[in-house]
C-alpha cells in the first residue's frame, strides 16, 4: 500500500493504465535561424490548434473555471514576450529551435516556481504543459492519446496535466493516482470537479505500479493498494458501495434549510476564492457565501486589479447569489501570500508583520480602489463587507469611515450605492475575541478565522508541521474565545459566522450550534454533510454540551465529550 493525499473523494478498484510522457533528450545543436524559426512557428501553431481541439472536447463536460485554465494556456502558446524570447536566442546563438523553447521555458519555470505562493507555482504548470507540447511538436513525439481509453482503468501518472485530465472519459477512467501534486494542484481541482476519486502525491507510484496492475483507489483515506487480495477487494466493494449510497443520500438535503430538531435556525455558506466558486456553492446547497477571499482576484494578475475589473468580479458573484448574503474580505495579503508586483519588505515573522488591514491602511490608495469597486457593486446583491486581522477597535473604526468616505464621494458622482451594506470584522487575533463585546458596539457582524485564531492563541505557525500538533480547534482555549465572541455579539443582536476550516469539520458543528454560532462557512463540498448533521441535533442538547465543553481541561477531553453526546 502506497500513502498519497486524497484529492478528490472516493474509492473505486481497476486495473492501472499507466500514463508514461515520453521524455524527450534535448540537446544543443547549431542550426540555421531561419528554419529553426519556420520550424517553432509551426509548432506553436500545432500546439495552438490542440489546446483549441482540447478545450473544444471538454466544453460542456468542465466547469468555466475549469475551461478557463484553457484560456490561460491560449496566453502562453501565444505570448509575444516568450515568442521573441525564444526566436532572439535561436538568431543570436544559431541554434535548434527545441533547445531555445527549452531554455525559455526553463527561465520562466524556475521564477514562477521560486515563488512561495500555489497560485504562482500552478503558472509554472501551466507554462510546463504547454512548451512540452511545443517541444513534442519540434522532434515529432506524439503521446499516447488518453481520450481513446476504451475500458476500465485507474491512471498512473507522474502528474496528469490540465490537458491530460480534460480528455478523460469518466465512463472508463474510473480514478487516477499520480507520484507529485497536492489539494491544491490543477489535477486535484479537475478530479474535484469532474468528481472522480483520486490520490496524488502518492511518491514512489511510478516505481512499484505495473501496467494492469489491479488497483484499489480509497481517496477518502488517500490509500493506493496495489494487486489486493480478494478478501481486500470485497471489503473496498462494500466502502465504494457505502461512499456512493452516502453521496446520492446526501444530494437530498441540497435544497432544504439547516435547522435543528428543536426549531433552530442556522446558515450554511460557502467559502470561495473566485467568481466561478459560485456555481458549486449554489449546486452544494450553500444559503450564502461567508468568506470570499478577494486575495486570489489580486495573486492572479500581473499588477494591482483596477477598479473595473474588480467591481466586475464583485458584480458577477452578487447576483449569482441573488438575495443570499455574500461576505467580501477585503485584502488579506501579507504572511504566506505575497504579491509579485507589490513586493513587501522581508520581516522576521510575516504572519505578525505587515499584512492584511495593516497594510491596506497604509497603503489607502490600494484599499480605496477596492472600497469603491465594492460599494459600486452592492447594488447588484446582498454585500457585507469584512475587514481581516483587526486587532483594535482603531483599526477597524479607521477602515470603516473610509468605507463611508467613498460612499459620499460616490454618491456625490450620482453613482448608486445600497443603503443594506453592513461592515464587519474577522476575528482572528485573540485581542479582537477578548473585546468582542466592544466591537460588537460600532460593527454589524463577526466571522471567526479560526485558522488564524488558533496560530496566535497557541503561538503556532500554521505552515510549520513540527508545531501541527497545536492546531487544536477543539481546545477548550479556544472554545472559551469563541463562546466569547459569540456572547458578545449577540448581547447587541449581532450575528457572528465562522470561515475558518473548523466551521466545516463534522465533530464541529455539534459544540458551535451549541455556542450559538450563526453561519457555518466551509468549502461548498462539505455543506451537505454539515446540514446532515445539523439537522439532526438538538440545540437545547447542544446547548448543555457546549457549557461543559467550555469547562473542560484538554482538547481529547471535549472530543470524548462530543462522541459520546452526538452518536
Ligand atoms: C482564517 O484565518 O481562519 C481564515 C478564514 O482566513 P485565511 O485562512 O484566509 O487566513
Ligand atoms: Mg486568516
Same mark, same amino acid.
Given at each position: 500500500? $502506497?500513502?498519497?493525499?486524497?484529492?478528490?473523494?472516493?474509492?473505486?478498484?481497476?486495473?492501472?493504465?499507466?500514463?508514461?510522457?515520453?521524455?524527450?533528450?534535448?540537446?544543443?545543436?547549431?542550426?540555421?535561424?531561419?528554419?529553426?524559426?519556420?520550424?517553432?512557428?509551426? =509548432?506553436?501553431?500545432?500546439?495552438?490548434?490542440?489546446?483549441?481541439?482540447?478545450?473544444?472536447?471538454?466544453?460542456?463536460?468542465?466547469?468555466?473555471?475549469?475551461?478557463? *485554465?484553457?484560456?490561460?494556456? $491560449?496566453?502562453?502558446?501565444?505570448?509575444?514576450?516568450?515568442?521573441?524570447?525564444?526566436?532572439?536566442?535561436?538568431?543570436?546563438?544559431?541554434?535548434?529551435?527545441?533547445?531555445?523553447?527549452?531554455?525559455?521555458?526553463?527561465?520562466?519555470?524556475?521564477?514562477?516556481?521560486?515563488?512561495?505562493?500555489?497560485?504562482?507555482?500552478?503558472?509554472?504548470?501551466?507554462?510546463?504543459?504547454?512548451?512540452?507540447?511545443?517541444?513534442?511538436?519540434?522532434?515529432?513525439?506524439?503521446?499516447?492519446?488518453?481520450?481513446?481509453?476504451?475500458?476500465?482503468?485507474?491512471?498512473?501518472?507522474?502528474?496528469?496535466?490540465?490537458?491530460?485530465?480534460?480528455?478523460?472519459?469518466?465512463?472508463?477512467?474510473?480514478?487516477?493516482?499520480?507520484?507529485?501534486?497536492?489539494?491544491?494542484?490543477?489535477?486535484?481541482?479537475?478530479?474535484?470537479?469532474?468528481?472522480?476519486?483520486?490520490?496524488?502525491?502518492?511518491?514512489?507510484?511510478?516505481?512499484?505500479?505495473?501496467?494492469?496492475?489491479?488497483?484499489?483507489?480509497?481517496?477518502?483515506?488517500?490509500?493506493?493498494?496495489?494487486?489486493?487480495?480478494?478478501?481486500?477487494?470485497?471489503?473496498?466493494?462494500?466502502?465504494?458501495?457505502?461512499? $456512493?449510497?452516502?453521496?446520492?443520500?446526501?444530494?437530498?438535503?441540497?435544497?432544504?434549510?439547516?435547522?435543528?430538531?428543536?426549531?433552530?435556525?442556522?446558515?450554511?455558506?460557502?467559502? &470561495?476564492?473566485?467568481?466561478?466558486?459560485?456555481?458549486?456553492?449554489?449546486?452544494?446547497?450553500?444559503?450564502?457565501?461567508?468568506?470570499?477571499?478577494?486575495?486570489?482576484?489580486?495573486?492572479?494578475?500581473?499588477? $494591482?486589479?483596477?477598479?473595473?475589473?474588480?467591481?466586475? =468580479?464583485?458584480?458577477?458573484?452578487?447576483?449569482?447569489?441573488?438575495?443570499?448574503?455574500?461576505?467580501?474580505?477585503?485584502?488579506?495579503?501579507?504572511?504566506?501570500?505575497?504579491?509579485?508586483?507589490?513586493? *513587501?519588505?522581508?520581516?522576521?515573522?510575516?504572519?505578525?508583520?505587515?499584512?492584511?488591514?495593516?497594510?491596506?491602511?497604509?497603503?489607502?490608495?490600494?484599499?480605496?480602489?477596492?472600497?469603491?469597486?465594492?460599494?459600486?457593486?452592492?447594488?447588484?446583491?446582498?454585500?457585507?463587507?469584512?475587514?481581516?486581522?483587526?486587532?483594535?477597535?482603531?483599526?477597524?473604526?479607521?477602515?470603516?469611515?473610509?468605507?463611508?468616505?467613498?460612499?459620499?464621494?460616490?454618491? =456625490?458622482?450620482?453613482?448608486?450605492?445600497?443603503?443594506?451594506?453592513? &461592515?464587519?470584522?474577522?476575528?482572528?487575533?485573540?485581542?479582537? =475575541?477578548?473585546?468582542?463585546?466592544?466591537?460588537?458596539?460600532?460593527?454589524?457582524?463577526?466571522?471567526?478565522?479560526?485558522?488564524?485564531?488558533?496560530?496566535?492563541?497557541?503561538?503556532?505557525?500554521?505552515?510549520?508541521?513540527?508545531?501541527?500538533?497545536?492546531?487544536?480547534?477543539?481546545?477548550?482555549?479556544?472554545?472559551?474565545?469563541?463562546?466569547?465572541?459569540?456572547?458578545?455579539?449577540?448581547?447587541?443582536?449581532?450575528?457572528?459566522?465562522?470561515?475558518?476550516?473548523?466551521?466545516?469539520?463534522?465533530?464541529?458543528?455539534?459544540?458551535?450550534?451549541?455556542?450559538?454560532?450563526?453561519?457555518?462557512?466551509?468549502?461548498?463540498?462539505?455543506?451537505?454533510?454539515?446540514?446532515? &448533521?445539523?439537522?439532526?441535533?438538538?440545540?437545547?442538547?447542544?446547548?448543555?454540551?457546549?457549557?461543559?465543553?467550555?469547562?473542560?481541561?484538554?482538547?481529547?477531553?471535549?472530543?470524548?465529550?462530543?462522541?459520546?453526546?452526538?452518536?
Amino acid at each position: 500500500m $502506497l500513502k498519497g493525499i486524497a484529492a478528490s473523494s472516493g474509492v473505486t478498484i481497476a486495473k492501472a493504465y499507466k500514463y508514461e510522457t515520453p521524455a524527450i533528450e534535448i540537446v544543443k545543436k547549431e542550426a540555421d535561424p531561419e528554419v529553426e524559426i519556420n520550424k517553432f512557428d509551426l =509548432a506553436v501553431a500545432d500546439s495552438k490548434h490542440d489546446i483549441e481541439t482540447i478545450k473544444e472536447k471538454a466544453t460542456g463536460r468542465l466547469s468555466d473555471e475549469e475551461l478557463a *485554465i484553457f484560456d490561460a494556456h $491560449l496566453m502562453v502558446v501565444e505570448d509575444p514576450a516568450f515568442g521573441d524570447e525564444v526566436k532572439n536566442m535561436i538568431t543570436n546563438d544559431k541554434i535548434n529551435a527545441e533547445f531555445a523553447v527549452e531554455t525559455v521555458a526553463n527561465m520562466y519555470i524556475t521564477m514562477f516556481e521560486s515563488l512561495d505562493d500555489e497560485y504562482m507555482k500552478a503558472r509554472a504548470a501551466d507554462i510546463r504543459d504547454v512548451t512540452t507540447r511545443i517541444k513534442y511538436h519540434l522532434v515529432g513525439i506524439k503521446p499516447a492519446d488518453l481520450s481513446l481509453i476504451d475500458s476500465e482503468c485507474i491512471i498512473v501518472a507522474h502528474d496528469l496535466t490540465p490537458s491530460d485530465t480534460a480528455q478523460l472519459d469518466k465512463q472508463f477512467v474510473k480514478g487516477f493516482a499520480t507520484e507529485i501534486g497536492g489539494r491544491t494542484s490543477h489535477s486535484a481541482i479537475m478530479a474535484r470537479s469532474l468528481e472522480i476519486p483520486a490520490v496524488v502525491g502518492t511518491k514512489g507510484i511510478m516505481e512499484t505500479v505495473k501496467n494492469g496492475d489491479m488497483i484499489v483507489l480509497d481517496a477518502l483515506k488517500g490509500n493506493v493498494i496495489i494487486n489486493p487480495d480478494d478478501e481486500t477487494i470485497a471489503k473496498y466493494r462494500e466502502k465504494e458501495a457505502k461512499y $456512493l449510497a452516502e453521496v446520492v443520500a446526501l444530494k437530498a438535503y441540497k435544497d432544504m434549510e439547516t435547522i435543528s430538531v428543536d426549531g433552530h435556525k442556522i446558515t450554511l455558506a460557502a467559502n &470561495i476564492g473566485t467568481p466561478d466558486d459560485v456555481e458549486g456553492a449554489l449546486a452544494n446547497g450553500a444559503e450564502a457565501v461567508g468568506l470570499y477571499r478577494t486575495e486570489f482576484l489580486y495573486m492572479n494578475s500581473q499588477a $494591482l486589479p483596477t477598479e473595473e475589473e474588480q467591481f466586475v =468580479a464583485y458584480k458577477k458573484v452578487l447576483e449569482a447569489m441573488k438575495e443570499h448574503s455574500v461576505v467580501v474580505r477585503t485584502l488579506d495579503i501579507g504572511g504566506d501570500k505575497k504579491l509579485p508586483y507589490l513586493p *513587501i519588505d522581508p520581516e522576521m515573522n510575516p504572519f505578525l508583520g505587515y499584512r492584511a488591514i495593516r497594510l491596506c491602511l497604509d497603503r489607502k490608495d490600494i484599499f480605496r480602489t477596492q472600497l469603491r469597486a465594492l460599494l459600486r457593486a452592492s447594488v447588484y446583491g446582498h454585500l457585507c463587507i469584512m475587514f481581516p486581522m483587526i486587532a483594535t477597535l482603531d483599526e477597524f473604526n479607521a477602515a470603516k469611515a473610509m468605507v463611508f468616505e467613498e460612499k459620499e464621494k460616490l454618491v =456625490a458622482e450620482g453613482i448608486a450605492v445600497a443603503d443594506d451594506i453592513q &461592515i464587519g470584522l474577522m476575528i482572528e487575533i485573540p485581542a479582537a =475575541a477578548v473585546l468582542a463585546d466592544q466591537f460588537a458596539k460600532v460593527a454589524d457582524f463577526f466571522s471567526i478565522g479560526t485558522n488564524d485564531l488558533i496560530q496566535y492563541s497557541m503561538a503556532a505557525d500554521r505552515m510549520s508541521e513540527k508545531v501541527s500538533y497545536l492546531y487544536q480547534p477543539f481546545n477548550p482555549s479556544l472554545l472559551r474565545l469563541i463562546k466569547m465572541t459569540i456572547d458578545g455579539a449577540h448581547k447587541e443582536g449581532k450575528w457572528v459566522g465562522m470561515c475558518g476550516e473548523m466551521a466545516g469539520e463534522p465533530d464541529a458543528i455539534s459544540v458551535l450550534m451549541g455556542l450559538g454560532l450563526d453561519e457555518f462557512s466551509m468549502s461548498a463540498t462539505s455543506i451537505l454533510r454539515a446540514r446532515k &448533521i445539523a439537522n439532526s441535533l438538538s440545540h437545547a442538547e447542544m446547548k448543555e454540551l457546549a457549557a461543559k465543553a467550555v469547562e473542560c481541561s484538554t482538547s481529547s477531553e471535549v472530543l470524548d465529550l462530543i462522541h459520546s453526546t452526538v452518536k
